[in-house]
């Protein structure tokens, strides 16, 4: 069996985490984990770490690390067959360090883009809440406006997206992000992609992803060359 590989993408609300992890997933093959689906699905089936999450996730509040470390490892321990890319964990130090302790990342890509990309991005998602899939009118509308493609049921924005909660969702991002992409560039495994445009910083990612991991036969003609 090949080797397994063990991912995680990083960066600010509205970065485009979402976005890529989807394409690195139908590229190669990888398992798309994300926290706030994680979330979601604990939530929507009334697990007891479920009811405390929403607890916080209500008041737009992070959800305590014990109580996302308890959803998250067990169900990456049981991951022992995939490869997979994780969206939104590790979010804090303490969480980096729960996750070290389970398994070895092989790679940490981390998004840096602009402020007012992010604003402008945000003030403009429309999520379908059932699937956590999203849309923005510019860059991936959805087929009929304010209607998810697939089930057709209303579209929904957070007020958490909104300018006004925007600078101090990037500001706490910061303040906790700061010393997990110390820690991943301590252990020479970080990769910083800045841009203001996913579409421009694809072929950068795809590229290094493809020096790691071979790519998916039946996917490899959707590869964007590098520039
Ligand atoms: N690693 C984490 N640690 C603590 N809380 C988390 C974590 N991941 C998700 N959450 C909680 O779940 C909520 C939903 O997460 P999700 O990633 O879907 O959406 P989000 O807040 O809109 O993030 P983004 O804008 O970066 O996509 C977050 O607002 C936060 O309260
Ligand atoms: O180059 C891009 C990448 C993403 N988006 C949009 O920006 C928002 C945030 O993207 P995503 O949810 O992937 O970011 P995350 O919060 O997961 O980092 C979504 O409405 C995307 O459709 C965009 O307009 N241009």
Redesign the pocket.
């Known amino acids: 069996m090949a080797k397994l590989f063990r991912a995680v993408i990083m960066?600010?609300?509205?970065?485009g985490?979402?976005t890529i992890s989807e394409r690195i997933a139908q590229s190669f093959g990888l398992k798309h984990l994300?926290?706030?689906?994680?979330?979601?699905e604990n939530i929507a089936a009334n697990t007891e770490a479920g009811v405390l999450?929403k607890t916080?996730?209500e008041r737009?509040?992070?959800?305590?690390?014990n109580?996302?470390t308890r959803l998250?490892l067990p169900r990456l321990e049981e991951m022992t067959r995939h490869s997979w890319l994780m969206?939104?964990?590790?979010?804090?130090l303490a969480?980096a360090k729960a996750l070290n302790s389970t398994c070895d990342l092989d790679l940490v890509i981390s998004l840096n883009i602009p402020y007012e990309t992010l604003k402008d991005r945000?003030s403009d998602?429309w999520?379908h809440p059932a699937s956590?899939r999203?849309y923005n009118r510019g860059f991936n509308p959805p087929r009929v406006q304010g209607r998810d493609d697939l089930s057709g049921e209303p579209l929904i924005q957070?007020d958490?997206?909104q300018p006004e909660a925007l600078v101090a969702?990037l500001r706490h991002?910061k303040d906790v992000a700061k010393p997990v992409i110390d820690l991943y560039k301590s252990k020479g495994i970080l990769h910083t992609f800045s841009g203001t445009e996913t579409d421009r910083i694809w072929p950068y990612i795809n590229s290094l992803l493809s020096t790691k991991i071979p790519s998916r036969p039946e996917t490899d003609t959707q590869h964007i060359p590098m520039p």
């Open positions: 960066g600010p609300p509205g970065s985490k979402g994300s926290s706030g689906d994680f979330l979601r999450a916080y996730i737009g509040l992070m959800v305590p690390d109580v996302m998250l969206d939104g964990f590790p979010c804090t969480q945000l998602r999520i956590g999203v957070h958490n997206d969702r991002y």
